[in-house]
Every structure is written in C-alpha cells, then in structure tokens.
C-alpha cells in the first residue's frame, strides 16, 4: 500500500482521507491530510464555464462532510470525472504539502481509471 500523509500545518482543521480501494477492498493508496491544503486546491476555481464536477463540486458545494468518515466514505462513481477535474488545476500555483497533495491526487485517481479501482473520500 502506498501512502501519503501530509500533516505540516493546519493542524485545526479536518483531517480528509482520500483512498484507492481495489475490488476486494483493500486499500492500495492513501492519502490523509488537513483540510487546509484541499482548500489551497479547490478554494476558487477558474473553471472557465466547465462547472462544478468531481473533486471541485464536493467541496464548494460541501458535499463531502462529516457525514462520511472511514467507516461511511463517500465512493466516487465517475472516476474520469474527478480526473479531468484535477487537470482544470495544473496551472494553479501550488508549494510544499498543496502540491504534493495535488500531485497526489492526480496520482491516485489516474490508478483507480487504469486499475477500475474505487475511491473513497472521507473526513475525520
């Protein structure tokens, strides 16, 4: 299992996990970090009339809450969706944690759309 923590700073805030869980669902990728470093990403989108999907519409329209945590994730049901979403973020100016956690993320949604993977979000 490969994984990601990204824990300097922010400490206040939520901590968000976001996981690649292959069919017999086992994790193979994890991701956890502060909710400070999801909002350096998805905090104020260019999306140049695009929409809200994926990564983007969970968080401005705050469907991703403490209602879904490791025991109740929320399962993302269009993995291209969430990628192409990424992609509307790869000129944003990111440093140290936010970049990693972009890069990441990037990461671990492309496995899940070659490998047929789930993902699975939740904040803790």
């Known amino acids: 299992m490969k994984e990601l923590d990204l824990y300097e700073g922010f400490e206040e805030y939520d901590e968000?996990?976001?996981m690649a869980v292959d069919e017999d669902e086992n994790v193979i990728y994890f991701i956890k970090t502060?909710?400070?470093f999801v909002d350096e990403i998805f905090r104020d989108p260019d999306l140049s009339g695009k929409g809200w999907v994926g990564f983007t519409k969970l968080y401005q329209e705050g469907i991703l809450n403490d209602s879904y945590t490791r025991n109740n994730p929320f399962i993302v049901d269009n993995n291209e969706d969430f990628y192409n979403d990424l992609l509307n973020y790869k000129n944003l100016h990111l440093e140290n944690e936010a970049k990693k956690l972009y890069e990441g993320l990037l990461e671990l949604t492309k496995l899940?759309?070659?490998?047929?993977y789930k993902i699975y979000l939740a904040i803790e």
């Open 16 to 18: 968000y996990d976001f």
């Open 34 to 36: 502060w909710e400070g």
């Open 112 to 116: 899940c759309i070659d490998k047929h």
